[in-house]
C-alpha cells in the first residue's frame, strides 16, 4: 500500500485521534501531540508503527493529535487515513 495524497481521518473530540497522512520519501516519521503523551507516548507510536506495517506502508508521515483514544481506535483511524490516502 502506498499513500499518493494528504489524507485524514478522527476528530479532537474527547477519547479520540485526529491523524494525517501524507506522502514520504524514505521510511516512517511520526510527529505525535498527546494529553498523555508522557505516560503513552510510546506505545502509541507503536501502535501507529505496528498498523502501518499490517497494511504494508513503508513510507508516510503521520501527525497525530491524540486525546485519549484506545489502541482500537488508534489502529481503526489509521487504517481509515490509509485507503483515503491511496485512493486517487
Excluded: H, W
Amino acid at each position: 500500500m502506498t499513500i499518493k495524497k494528504i489524507s485524514k481521518c478522527g476528530t479532537l473530540e474527547s477519547n479520540d485521534i485526529y491523524v494525517i497522512l501524507a506522502p514520504a520519501e524514505n521510511g516512517i516519521e511520526i510527529e505525535l501531540e498527546s494529553s498523555v503523551e508522557k505516560q503513552f507516548g510510546k506505545e502509541i507510536k507503536k501502535t501507529i508503527e505496528r498498523k502501518l506495517s499490517e497494511l504494508g506502508i513503508k513510507s508516510v508521515k503521520v501527525n497525530a493529535k491524540d486525546n485519549g483514544a484506545l489502541d482500537f481506535t488508534i489502529r481503526a483511524r489509521i487504517e481509515v487515513a490509509a485507503i483515503r490516502g491511496c485512493q486517487e
